[in-house]
């Protein structure tokens, strides 16, 4: 079927809802993309003039392309290398989404999409429209073709089981930029000291290097065993030399709604830290270095300004 431009306007409108929708159900941006797109190509080859309400329609067939996803994304995960972690989205990026409650910021946070992976499909597709989107248990039902009964207790089990691992992030961003600097001339003092004073108790740090970069398989654990990490992560050494290719620099940003630390190479991101930070201190570091999922923040990031960097490892 030929679409008229009218159609085609229509889907364009309904694209960024779509790819934020897509992005917190699958955790990652090409994967997202490829699923609007296949929603794209249903949408040429339906009776559009039959469809009563476009976003209904379009809604459930990128639902039910994210559901396959997400059943094939869990047997690749058991073989994933090391730590899974979301392919991360740099401030400004509009598959963000909605941003204007808390929970709509949280649940596109490394944490909550992190946490996500503990759900069943349909919970996760259940949590995601309901909290990031706000759409009726009815609607909802009907996307998934359940009882809005149904919709209802898979909305409240999603949401204890995220809320059972979830630390609130919100924080003051003057006071997270506050705790970010000190967290950075903590970690190149050389010492430990300062970087525990800094972190929870029971903080952890994961990377995510998809076996292509090293990265530890299993996360540290503890304010001692993440401090003595980090110290060594910011410390120059030959070994981080060889590995980096070049002078890292470190810049101060947002990733996914929370500060973060984009460290590149001659303009190539090659990491990017989220520090999930609360009233107690910063709880987690989550650092996605698998290259594979950093060519979006690499094309963000060469199409922005970020002024000078924090720091700079030679």
């Not at 190539?268 to 996605?288: K, P, S, Y």
Request: with cysteine; aromatic share 6%; net charge negative.
């Amino acid at each position: 079927m030929v679409l008229t431009g009218n159609q085609i306007d229509l889907f364009e409108a309904s694209m960024p809802r779509l790819k934020a929708i897509a992005y917190r159900l699958l955790g990652s941006a090409s994967d997202a993309e490829d699923a609007v797109q296949d929603t794209f190509l249903r949408w040429q080859s339906a009776d559009v003039d039959r469809i009563e309400v476009p976003e209904a329609w379009l809604t459930k067939v990128l639902t039910n392309l994210c559901l396959n996803q997400l059943t094939s994304a869990r047997a690749r995960r058991e073989t994933y290398v090391g730590q899974w972690l979301p392919e991360p989205l740099l401030a400004g990026d509009p598959m963000l989404g909605p941003a204007e409650t808390v929970e709509q910021r949280e649940s596109v946070s490394f944490a909550v999409l992190a946490l996500m992976e503990r759900l069943s499909p349909n919970e996760r597709v259940v949590y995601v429209l309901r909290e990031a989107f706000g759409y009726p248990h009815r609607r909802i039902a009907e996307i998934l073709d359940i009882t809005e009964a149904s919709g209802q207790q898979i909305f409240h089990r999603a949401k204890k089981h995220i809320a059972e691992g979830r630390t609130r992030t919100e924080i003051d961003e003057a006071a997270a930029r506050r705790i970010v600097d000190e967290f950075l001339t903590a970690a190149t003092s050389g010492r430990t000291e300062p970087l525990v004073r800094l972190l929870t108790a029971d903080a952890v740090a994961i990377g995510d290097g998809g076996g292509k970069v090293p990265a530890r398989t299993r996360p540290f654990e503890g304010a001692v065993a993440v401090a003595k990490f980090m110290r060594s992560l910011f410390t120059p050494n030959q070994a981080a030399r060889n590995l980096l290719g070049g002078t890292a620099e470190i810049h101060v940003s947002y990733a996914n709604g929370l500060p973060a630390l984009v460290v590149t190479v001659d303009g190539r991101v090659i990491g990017v830290m989220c520090l999930e930070i609360t009233a107690d201190g910063i709880a987690a570091f989550r650092n996605q270095a698998n290259p594979d999922k950093l060519e979006r923040a690499t094309r963000q990031w060469a199409a922005t300004d970020h002024g000078e960097p924090a720091l700079r490892i030679n």
